[in-house]
C-alpha cells in the first residue's frame, strides 16, 4: 500500500437511502483481520457520500446519512486498543 494515498470509500446513493451497510462492513472486517493494514488505513481512510454532493446541509444534518452511519456504528464491533 502507498503510505501517502488516502483511501476514499464511496458509498452509492442507493445504500444511503436503505441504509445497506453490508459493503463496509465486509471492507472493514477484512481490514480488522490484517492489524498492520489496519494502522496503516488509520487517519488515511474516509468515507465518502457523492450523492449528497449538492446537498447544502452539512452530512451529520441530512437524515439519510445519519441513519446509515447510526447502522454502520451498530453493525461493527467496538474498535480495539489503538497501538
Request: charged share 25%; net charge positive.
Amino acid at each position: 500500500m502507498d503510505p501517502n494515498a488516502f483511501r476514499m470509500l464511496d458509498v452509492p446513493g442507493n445504500d444511503i437511502r436503505k441504509a445497506n451497510v453490508s459493503n463496509l462492513v465486509r471492507i472493514f472486517r477484512r481490514v480488522a483481520q490484517q492489524p498492520e493494514d489496519a494502522k496503516q488505513l488509520r487517519g488515511e481512510s474516509f468515507i465518502s457520500f457523492k450523492s449528497y454532493d449538492t446537498d447544502p446541509r452539512p452530512n451529520w444534518a441530512i437524515p439519510q446519512v445519519r441513519s446509515f452511519i447510526q447502522t454502520l456504528d451498530k453493525s461493527l464491533p467496538a474498535p480495539g486498543p489503538v497501538g
